[in-house]
């Protein structure tokens, strides 16, 4: 069974760069096929995908949000088999719970295992 771990700040100030990271236990992030996303939950409103890094390190940021997405790099650390989300410039607009996610396909809707998440709040 795998299990993820985010973890990082509770709270960044606007302006800063966040950064995540989660941790994954019971499957290699290089095994075949699975992409490795973030996804978050703004207060009050629906989960948004972010992005995902793949087995083979490639990576794909959601097209939904331009401004989200320049923004955004997904990196990984396959001795630590951990992924990272960073995120700058952040506004309040940021503010959500942070999940990552085992991708069962390259699509950004199909997961299996879950964080619990994290939340980040931005705020001055």
């Known amino acids: 069974q795998v299990q993820l771990q985010e973890s990082g700040p509770g709270l960044v100030k606007p302006s800063q760069t966040l950064s995540l990271t989660c941790t994954v236990a019971?499957?290699?992030?290089?095994?075949?096929?699975?992409?490795w996303s973030w996804i978050r939950r703004p207060p009050g409103k629906g989960l948004e995908w972010i992005g995902y890094i793949g087995y083979d390190g490639s990576t794909y940021y959601s097209p939904n949000s331009p401004s989200l997405k320049s923004r955004t790099s997904i990196s990984r650390d396959t001795s630590k088999n951990q992924l990272t989300l960073q995120l700058t410039a952040v506004t309040p607009e940021d503010t959500a719970v942070y999940y990552c996610?085992?991708?069962?396909?390259?699509?950004?809707?199909?997961?299996?295992?879950w964080g619990q998440g994290t939340q980040v709040t931005v705020s001055s």
């Open positions: 996610a085992q991708g069962l396909y390259n699509d950004g809707n199909s997961f299996g295992s």
């Open positions: 019971g499957d290699s992030i290089t095994t075949y096929n699975y992409y």
